[in-house]
């Protein structure tokens, strides 16, 4: 009886150990959901958008094809040559005698007519040269450095290294003697550039409760409906391989930077080169987006095997 009366009755089933907190909820419980804090830090890290979208925007204006004008009678041309050329739509200043057209504004506005990209014989290709080069510095960054900001450097120190060396290479493409310098300081400017939006947004999103993500992240892609991606991508993936993942999505993005340069300067001449390969290629891959999965009110995953844990309790839901 004495053995009865000390051995503790057997439950049945055994106590389950206390599950360790997640990232979101570590947030909520420590840090908080929305404060002063996380506004404080997405709006600084909103000013990494702003050098990113800079070196974007930036070949529109230097890149860009300038008008000319007829500037009279040379020597054997035999008058109104120059005239009746410049009142054709598809007319070409390079086929003119030289003499007889100059360009509207100084030749130094635009990298075209100061390395006279266009009637040196380079055509289409040279003009899109640094546009492409560019963005395939987009492509081959985000290949090579956005892995190293979820791993050996981190994304705070990726972000600032980004940072600096973009602005140190815009800064030296002004000092271009040469279209392929040019190019090649254009090809920097694109690598660093690909982990910038990337980490500012993952860091900004990251500390913010996940009741406030969307809002939060779609501050961040207001602009055009293709930054929705970003935003489905940050659910979509865990948080251990979430800025690779991300990075890997923009690149995707970024593949087709580095043809449309060359599929505009060609659409100049046909117009089915550009309109209609962006708008085939926009439409076949759209359909692919039903394959997917949806991500509205799930939990975040941290890491690749709680993503795997969840699919498959999905999988058996469904069946």
């Known amino acids: 009886m004495a053995d009865a009366a000390t051995t503790p009755l057997l439950t049945s089933h055994e106590a389950k150990p206390a599950k360790a907190l997640s990232i979101d909820d570590a947030i909520e419980t420590y840090i908080g959901a929305t404060g002063a804090r996380q506004l404080l830090t997405a709006m600084l890290l909103a000013f990494a958008w702003a050098f990113e979208a800079q070196q974007v925007f930036m070949s529109v204006f230097t890149d860009a094809e300038p ?26 200043a390079c086929a003119l005698p030289p003499g007889t057209w100059e360009w509207d504004r100084p030749a130094e506005t635009s990298v075209v007519s100061e390395w006279a990209l266009k009637c040196g014989g380079g055509g289409p290709a040279l003009v899109s040269l640094p546009a492409s080069s560019f963005f395939a510095g987009n ?5 090579l450095l956005t892995t190293l900001a979820d791993t050996l450097l981190g994304r705070r120190k990726m972000l600032v290294l980004s940072l600096v060396t973009m602005s140190v290479a815009g800064v030296l493409t002004v000092f271009s003697p040469n279209v392929w310098v040019y190019a090649a300081l254009r090809f920097v400017c694109g690598f660093c550039r690909s982990t910038a939006g990337t980490s500012a947004m993952v860091l900004s999103t990251e500390l913010v409760g996940k009741w406030w993500r969307n809002t939060l992240a779609s501050f961040f892609a207001s602009c055009a409906a293709y930054d929705v991606l970003l935003m489905y991508s940050i659910e979509l993936f865990p948080t251990s391989v979430r800025n690779s993942a991300v990075g890997l999505v923009r690149q995707a993005g970024v593949l087709g930077g580095v043809v449309a340069p060359m599929l505009v300067a060609l659409g100049r001449e046909r117009s089915y080169w550009s309109f209609g390969v962006f708008g085939l290629t926009v439409g076949c891959l ?15 995953s941290d890491t690749m095997e709680d993503e795997e844990e969840a699919a498959a309790v999905l999988s058996e839901m469904k069946l």
């Not at 492509?139 to 290949?143: C, K, V, W």
């Not at 759209?286 to 975040?300: A, M, Q, S, W």
């Open 139 to 143: 492509l081959a960054g985000g290949f």
């Open 67 to 92: 008008t000319w004008h007829c500037t009279g009678v040379a020597a054997g041309d035999p008058g109104s040559f120059c005239s009746l050329a410049a009142a054709s739509a598809s007319a070409s």
């Open 286 to 300: 759209g359909l692919f987006v039903t394959c997917l999965p949806e991500t509205k009110g799930r939990r975040l």
